[in-house]
């Protein structure tokens, strides 16, 4: 599982900004996935994760204040440390993606990560 999400904060716009994990990381399948997305904002945000197959557009994964699960996949959004992680208990090949972390505050401005997941090689 080759993990290789990247942080960026794309500006601010009045104080609002939104942060992802940076850096690469590579898992093996089975490993588990945590995907970091923080926020600052001074409003009441709704945060996103959207996800990109290849070539394919980017659609909506998951919505902070709906559905919560997905594939898997959790995120839940923590009001306090103000973050809204991504996470699975066992990676697949499947998964390879980008996951975009997206709050509507800023929906200009978006953080991207991409998950990249390796067989295990027996």
């Known amino acids: 599982v080759n993990l290789s999400p990247v942080a960026s904060?794309?500006?601010?716009v009045n104080g609002n900004s939104v942060?992802?994990?940076?850096?690469?990381?590579?898992l093996c399948e089975g490993e588990p996935v945590?995907?970091?997305?923080?926020?600052?904002?001074t409003?009441?945000?709704t945060l996103f994760w959207y996800v990109q197959y290849g070539s394919q557009?980017?659609?909506?994964f998951?919505?902070?204040s709906s559905k919560r699960h997905?594939?898997?996949?959790?995120?839940?959004?923590e009001k306090r440390s103000k973050s809204f992680p991504l996470e699975k208990n066992s990676s697949k090949v499947s998964n390879s993606a980008a996951y975009y972390c997206a709050m509507r505050d800023t929906a200009s401005k978006v953080t991207w990560g991409a998950i990249r997941v390796r067989p295990i090689k027996g």
């Open 57 to 60: 557009a980017p659609r909506l």
């Open 34 to 41: 945590l995907l970091n997305c923080t926020y600052q904002t």
């Open 19 to 26: 942060t992802q994990t940076e850096g690469s990381v590579t």
């Open 62 to 64: 998951l919505r902070e």
């Open 43 to 45: 409003g009441y945000p």
């Open 70 to 77: 997905r594939r898997g996949f959790s995120a839940k959004l």
């Open 9 to 12: 904060v794309f500006g601010s």
